[in-house]
């Protein structure tokens, strides 16, 4: 912990890492490396840069070598300066571009967009809250959709016919296009462009999303998040500091309760058939992945969104703003809390068309207005 014009920082110190296992898609006989079939370009240039000044040994795995001369110099993502030792996969499944797909050009921007609907996703839990979030969308702003019930917002939005209509980004790089969700997470179909994931996280530190939907693990009384520790297992935060703590609007989005949740739609309204069995909403959180008070002291507006009601941050903690047609509050709201949240005098039912299977004719509104 360091004191800096009177505010305290957590300051961490350099790894000093002496192996990069790196992987990229073309390499020359001097090391070059190329990285056209990857969907990403994560840091690999600035893990091997570090690795070399330490004296190490950088590896990366690829699909081909080419000799000399036969790679663009304005592709090259990891000159061979950096590069020790090269491995060549000897089949594709050696060689995944993501934990669930061997090659999608999509993800490199080649071939057709498809203008035939893709199969609508099923009126679910986690597509009932990505419709909530995205009636909060704006046109024109850049975005971060979390993993879980955030990343089924861009499926949404695709189904709405408005994907164009916003920036989406994810924190390995991509910029635009309409991001991958479940072992496909961090790659984007069809992106505008590809930073490395050290250049996007400049651009989040220095507050450049306008809009985060991120997941909502675990939410106390005061309003502060835990997604990155359970009890001894240790997910870890990720970037979900950087992003929630600098975004202009934060939208956290999931489930009400975790375990074996049941529920029933598609005709307006919302049933419980069986709750889940694990609380989310709790008196004090495990750890603090997000603060609320840093939230309230940088008027940040949040939002904490789930299948049946949603809430906001304010001064005392979190105000319950709106609930689910079909939902009975004391029964399947504020007896599954730990804490009694506020109620507004303005408690709002959500609205209906969220709650209904088929498309909800969404529209997006500017920055001063909310979506209709």
């Known amino acids: 912990m360091l004191e800096i014009k009177g505010k ?31 969907c990403l370009f994560c840091e690999n240039l600035a893990a091997a840069q570090l690795v070399t000044n330490m004296g190490g040994t950088v590896i990366v795995q690829v699909k081909r070598m080419v000799k000399n001369g036969e790679l663009d110099p304005q592709q090259v993502r990891i000159p061979g300066i950096f590069v020790n030792a ?13 934990f669930a797909e061997v090659m999608n050009h999509e993800y490199c921007g080649r071939g057709q967009q498809q203008q035939t609907k893709k199969t609508s996703r099923v009126l679910d839990a986690k597509k009932i809250i990505a419709r909530r979030a995205a009636l909060e969308l704006t046109q024109g702003a850049v975005l971060n959709y979390g993993i879980g019930a955030p990343e089924v917002i861009a499926e949404v939005t695709d189904e709405e016919g408005v994907t164009e209509l916003v920036k989406a980004t994810v924190e390995p790089g991509a910029i635009g296009g309409t991001p991958a969700g479940g072992l496909s997470f961090g790659a984007t179909a069809f992106p505008e462009a590809i930073i490395t994931q050290d250049q996007m996280f400049d651009f989040y530190d ?53 375990g074996k949740l049941q529920i029933s739609s598609g005709d307006g309204q919302l049933t419980i058939i069986e709750d889940g069995h694990i609380r989310k909403f709790i008196n004090q959180v495990q750890q603090i992945t997000f603060s609320s008070d840093t939230a309230r002291a940088n008027h940040k507006p949040v939002l904490y969104i789930t299948e049946r009601a949603v809430f906001r941050l304010v001064d005392a903690g979190l ?45 997006l509104a500017h920055s001063t207005e909310r979506a209709a």
């Open 319 to 363: 105000e319950l703003i709106e609930i689910a047609p079909g939902i009975d509050l004391a029964r399947d709201v504020l007896d599954q809390m730990e804490f009694m949240p506020l109620i507004s005098d303005q408690l709002k039912m959500m609205d209906e068309r969220i709650f209904i299977d088929k498309p909800m004719g969404l529209t």
């Open 8 to 38: 305290e920082y957590l300051f961490y110190d350099r790894l000093d890492a002496n192996v990069a296992l790196l992987r990229g898609t073309t390499a020359d006989e001097s090391g070059n490396i190329t990285m056209e079939d990857e």
């Open 86 to 98: 090269v491995v060549i996969a000897e089949t594709e499944e050696d060689h995944m571009q993501t």
């Open 206 to 258: 220095g507050g450049g999303i306008d809009q985060a939907f991120l997941g909502l693990a675990e939410c106390d009384q005061k309003g502060d998040l835990n997604v990155s520790k359970f009890g001894p297992k240790i997910a870890g935060c990720g970037g979900f500091i950087n992003i929630t703590q600098n975004a202009k609007q934060v939208f956290f989005c999931g489930t009400f309760t975790a």
